[in-house]
């Protein structure tokens, strides 16, 4: 095989492949816009869902959400999802605190990291209140 057949074959393989790399990252894209939509949808549920010092878990497009009614603090939310390793964490009512299984990281209720390996604090959810509805989304 000459030298210049043989660039004309490499090149077409790395121009397919480049092309091939490009096509697949334009179709995951599009792809992904039916989910960012889904997510952008909202729920209603009903304020008293929500005890006084209590939470309701819901799930919001694919994002498992808490509400928690703190105490002369109102309503608001967070995704349950632990900044450290992704674990669910849980609200406990008698500590007045978000608890992570995995590795005990614990969260205020305002969603700050108060002790434990979590480095970030959760990631908070938009909540809109009309009346006796509570709007998350």
Not at 8 to 16: H, T
Not at 66 to 72: A, C, F, L
Not at 98 to 120: F, N, Q, R
Request: charged share 20%.
């Amino acid at each position: 095989m000459k030298r210049r057949k043989f660039l004309k074959v490499i090149l077409a393989f790395l121009g397919s492949i480049t092309f091939v790399s490009f096509g697949n990252a334009l179709f995951r894209l599009l792809l992904s816009a039916p989910a960012k939509a889904a997510e952008s949808k909202k729920i209603v549920i009903r304020k008293t869902e929500v005890p006084y010092g209590g939470a309701k878990n819901v799930i919001w497009g694919d994002t498992a959400v808490v509400v928690i009614n703190r105490p002369e603090k109102g309503l608001i939310a967070f995704s349950r999802t632990c900044t450290h390793f992704g674990c669910l964490v849980e609200f406990s009512k008698s500590r007045q605190k978000l608890i992570c299984p995995c590795h005990g990281g614990t969260y205020a209720l305002d969603g700050t990291v108060e002790s434990g390996p979590p480095p970030k604090p959760l990631t908070s959810v938009p909540i809109k209140i009309e009346g006796e509805t509570i709007i998350i989304g």
